[in-house]
C-alpha cells in the first residue's frame, strides 16, 4: 500500500489523454487520490467504463480510491449564425430572442425563457466566457435588448453567464438528472453539482442522493456567495470552482473570495477543493509557470482539503507529469515551518461535544508530546473529518470497516485511509492500531500513536475514548 508524503489531496479529471488502464495507473502513481469524471463529456457507456477500469485499479493497488462524478448542471448558449460567426463593435445595439432562425450582426436566438424573466434594466450578460459583454437596454417575455460593451468575435453555440441574476432554474437538469441515477447506480463516492444558487439546490439533490455518496457543492456563481454558509452547513464538501467564478465575478474579486470560501469551509469541517486553471500551463509544457507555482502553493497554504487538475490530467500532453509536479509542490510548502504555524492562526474552537473535545485533545497530545500519528476509529467518516479539521502535526490514520466511508474519506485533508475490523475490545483497539500504523509506515517500534474511537464499538459518531500507545509495546 503507497502511501503520501503529504496532506493535501490531489484530484485528477480523466479523459482522452488519460482514460485507459495504464493512463489511470501512472496518474495514481504520481499523486492522484480522487478521480473526477466530467459528464460534460461523458455518456453512461463511458462512465461504466471508467468506473470499473478504477476499480480494478483500486484493487490492485490495495488502497482506496475515491471516485468523483462531476454533473454538467443547465448549459446556457446562443443559437447559430448565418455565417457561423459575426463581429460585434462597441456600443452597437444587439438583440437576443427565443427566434430560432439563423442570426446575425444585429440578433441570434437566446432559448432559454427562464433567462429574460429574471433579467432587468443595466444587468450583465456575458458571452462566451465573459469575452463578449453585454448591457440590457430593455427586455420582455420574448427578446432581450442590450448595448455591446466589450465586442469581439462570436461565433455559434457559446455559452452564455448572467452574473447579476439569480435564475429560476434548477441545479439538476434533466441529462443531470439520468447522469445522477446512473453514478448512484455504480456506487460512485462523491457528485459535485454545478450551477449551485440557493442552499435549496443543495438539498434537493441530497434528498435525490439520499446518502449513498457525498455531494460536493460547486461554488461558481456570484448568487451562491450571497448564501456561501448555508450551502457550505447543508454540503458535505465544497469545491472552489474558480473558472465560472472568474466569468461572473470581476477577476480581482476571487482570490479574496477563494480565501474566505476555504476559512468558512474549514470552520464547518468540510473538506475543501480547489480547482480550474491551477497548471493551466502543463497542457502543453512539461513545466509550470512559476504564477502557477505560486497559486498552488497559496491554496495549499491556506489549508485547503484537495487541489484538482483539469485539462492538465484530462488532455494534455503532460498529464503524468502535472500530477507529479502538484505533489512535489505540495511536499515542499509542507515541509515550510510556516505552514503549520499559517493553520494553526486558523484553527476552529471546537463545538461542544464529546466528540469534538477528544479530537482537541488528541491535537494538544501531539503538540505536545513525540507522537508519530493520530489513528482514528471510524464508521461514518465523521470522527475522520474532525481529525482532519485540526489539521495536526501529524498524519491521521483513520480505520474503518466501511469500504464507502474508506472511499469519500480520500479526499479529507491529512487522512491516510485503511479497511480494518471494528475493534472486538480495548486491548484490541490498540493492539490493532499499533500493529496497522507501524505495517502502514505512520510509527516505529517505541514510537508513541494517539488512538481515539467510540464506546461501544461500531456506534456512529460516538468518540469519547482516547489512548496514548507505545507500539510494540502494547
Known amino acids: 500500500m503507497q502511501r503520501r508524503q503529504r496532506k493535501v489531496k490531489i484530484l485528477a479529471t480523466l479523459g482522452p489523454a488519460s482514460d485507459t488502464a495504464e ?20 455518456d453512461h457507456d463511458k462512465l461504466t467504463e471508467l468506473h470499473g477500469l478504477l476499480r480494478a485499479m483500486e484493487a490492485r493497488q490495495n488502497r482506496p480510491v475515491a471516485i468523483l462524478v462531476d454533473l454538467q448542471g443547465p448549459k446556457l ?20 430572442d427565443l427566434d430560432k432562425t439563423p442570426g446575425d450582426e444585429a440578433r441570434v436566438c437566446l432559448p432559454h425563457p427562464e433567462i429574460y424573466e429574471g433579467l432587468s434594466l443595466g444587468h450583465t450578460l456575458l458571452l462566451d466566457d465573459g469575452r463578449i459583454r453585454l448591457t440590457v437596454t430593455g427586455h420582455s417575455k420574448d427578446h432581450i435588448d ?7 468575435k462570436l461565433s455559434n453555440k457559446k455559452g452564455v453567464n448572467v452574473p447579476d441574476t439569480t435564475l429560476p432554474l434548477e441545479a439538476l ?6 447522469d445522477l441515477d446512473r453514478a448512484l447506480e455504480l456506487g460512485v463516492d462523491w457528485i459535485a453539482l454545478s450551477f449551485v444558487q440557493r442552499p435549496l439546490d443543495v438539498a434537493e439533490t441530497k434528498k435525490i442522493v439520499a446518502g449513498r455518496a457525498g455531494v460536493m457543492a460547486k461554488i461558481e456563481k456570484p448568487a451562491a456567495l450571497d448564501y456561501m454558509y448555508e450551502i457550505i452547513e447543508l454540503s458535505d464538501a465544497i469545491m472552489v470552482a474558480r473558472g465560472d467564478l472568474g466569468v461572473e465575478l470581476p477577476v480581482e474579486e476571487v482570490p479574496p473570495w477563494q480565501k474566505r470560501i476555504i476559512r468558512a469551509s474549514r470552520r464547518a469541517g468540510k473538506p475543501v477543493v480547489v480547482a480550474t486553471q491551477m497548471l493551466e500551463s502543463m497542457i502543453n509544457s ?6 502557477e507555482v505560486s497559486d498552488v502553493s497559496n491554496a495549499i497554504y491556506d489549508g485547503a482539503d484537495a487541489l484538482m487538475l483539469s ?38 474552537e471546537p463545538e461542544p461535544t464529546t466528540a469534538d473535545a477528544m479530537m482537541t485533545a488528541a491535537h494538544a497530545v501531539t503538540d505536545t508530546i513525540r507522537v508519530a500519528s493520530i489513528v482514528c476509529y471510524t464508521n461514518s467518516g465523521s470522527t475522520g473529518l474532525r481529525a482532519a479539521r485540526e489539521r495536526p502535526t501529524v498524519p491521521i490514520l483513520a480505520f ?50 494517539v488512538v481515539t474511537a467510540g464506546h461501544p464499538f461500531g456506534t456512529p459518531g460516538a468518540t469519547n475514548m482516547m489512548r496514548i500507545a507505545f507500539v510494540g509495546r502494547d
Open 286 to 291: 512539461p513545466v509550470p509557470t512559476r504564477a
Open 77 to 96: 448558449r446562443i443559437g447559430k449564425f448565418t455565417d457561423g460567426e459575426i463581429r460585434l463593435a462597441k456600443g452597437a445595439h444587439f438583440r437576443l
Open 23 to 42: 493512463g489511470i495507473e501512472a496518474l495514481f502513481e504520481a499523486g492522484a487520490d480522487v478521480f473526477r469524471i466530467n459528464m460534460s463529456h461523458t
Open 146 to 152: 442590450t448595448e455591446v460593451v466589450v465586442g469581439g
Open 400 to 449: 474503518t470497516p466501511v469500504q464507502e466511508t474508506a472511499r469519500r474519506l480520500c479526499l479529507a485533508w491529512g487522512v491516510h485511509c485503511v479497511l480494518t475490523e471494528d475493534a472486538t475490545g480495548f486491548s484490541d483497539m490498540v493492539s490493532r492500531a499499533c500493529a496497522i500504523a507501524q505495517r502502514e509506515g505512520f510509527a516505529r517500534e517505541g514510537e508513541r500513536i
Open 173 to 178: 437538469s434533466d441529462k443531470d438528472r439520468a
Open 311 to 348: 485539462a492538465e490530467s484530462a488532455a494534455g500532453s503532460y498529464t503524468v507529469e502535472a500530477v507529479a509536479m502538484m505533489n512535489r509542490i505540495a511536499e515542499t510548502v509542507e515541509e515550510d515551518p510556516s505552514y503549520q504555524s499559517l493553520l494553526d492562526m486558523q484553527r476552529t
